[in-house]
């Protein structure tokens, strides 16, 4: 029996289900209960009633949602140091100050936060639905973080001020794509339809014909005509794309854009924190019911 194999019969003897990102490596992708953003296994893990344990293959925030949305369960991050460093760059201090700033403005962040600072918000949003989150909220200058990208993005779709908090949060994978690597791929692929994510920069989704969510890109690339596809999002997408579209060609837009953090969970992680049930990942119940609320305001939404 392989570990795939062992994994599978394990999972089953546990009443575990495997939720895991888009940009986790493809054999863990393989053995997945569901693959997907964060707000497709946000909802899957507040949907699993049945499920006694989740194993949540991503990284940190994602696991501690999880954990907030299933407080009876027993969420497991196969590697603890799995960390997502956009998140680590808001402080609850930095909300706080930018708050005694703009004391009118709602406070918006994206999923790709700690706990800590979810629980200081008004309601959180993803990158598939925080277009939408800014215009159900009656106010024009929202205090928006960790990612300066996204935030310039919402606000040419909505209109709305949004001031990033912090100044300058960004994802340091996404950072990696340069437009002049497009220029290049396009002149060896000249009918190819450009999509990237929104935590590009600036520059990236202007050479863009697409800029949605790994969700919406997946979408988009099954119903478009296209038949070629420059990909500006982490590597780990194109298992799905290739898997879901086997006809159609994808390529990386920077073959190195790869988080090394998302593809800290291995195979023998995954093994070794089901089976000794460790890595658990716990948050105080007081900051999960206002963290919980956070989520909850954006799954109305
Ligand atoms: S791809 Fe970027 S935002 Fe996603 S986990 Fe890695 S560093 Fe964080």
């Known amino acids: 029996m392989d570990l795939s194999e062992k994994i599978l019969k394990l999972k089953k003897e546990k009443k575990a289900v495997i939720l895991a990102h888009n940009y986790q490596r493809s054999e863990i992708q393989e053995i997945a209960d569901y693959v997907g953003d964060s707000i497709e296994l946000s909802r899957k893990a507040a949907q699993e009633k049945d499920a006694e344990m989740i194993v949540f293959s991503a990284v940190d925030f994602m696991a501690e949602s999880a ?25 609850v201090d930095e909300i706080k100050r930018a708050k005694t700033k703009y004391p009118n403005a709602p406070v918006v962040l994206y999923v790709n936060t700690l706990a800590s600072c979810k629980a200081h918000c008004d309601v959180c949003c993803t990158s598939a639905n925080a277009v939408e ?77 697409y800029v949605g969510s790994t969700s919406k890109m997946c979408r988009f690339a099954k119903e478009s005509n296209a038949q070629t596809f420059i990909v500006g999002t982490e590597e780990g997408i194109l298992h799905r794309l290739r898997k879901e579209n086997p006809e159609k ?3 990386l837009a920077y073959e190195e854009a790869i988080c090394p953090n998302m593809k800290l969970t291995t195979l023998d992680r995954l093994y070794t924190s089901l089976k000794e049930e460790k890595n658990v990942v716990k948050v105080p119940e007081v900051v999960a019911k206002k963290a919980r609320a956070s989520l909850e305001r954006m799954f109305e939404v």
């Open 67 to 91: 954990a907030i949305l299933n407080p009876n369960k027993k969420v497991l991050l196969p590697c603890l140091g799995a960390r997502c460093p956009m998140a680590q760059m808001l402080t």
């Open 133 to 209: 989150v800014i215009n159900s909220l009656d106010a024009e200058t929202i205090l928006f973080g960790p990612d300066k990208n996204l935030a310039e993005y919402v606000s040419e779709k909505t209109g709305k001020t949004l001031i990033p908090i912090p100044e300058n949060g960004f994802c340091p994978t996404h950072l990696l794509f340069q437009p002049e690597d497009v220029t290049v791929l396009k002149m060896e692929h000249l009918d190819a339809t450009v999509m990237v994510h929104p935590e590009c920069s600036t520059e990236m989704r202007k050479v863009a014909d």
């Open 249 to 251: 060609k994808f390529y």
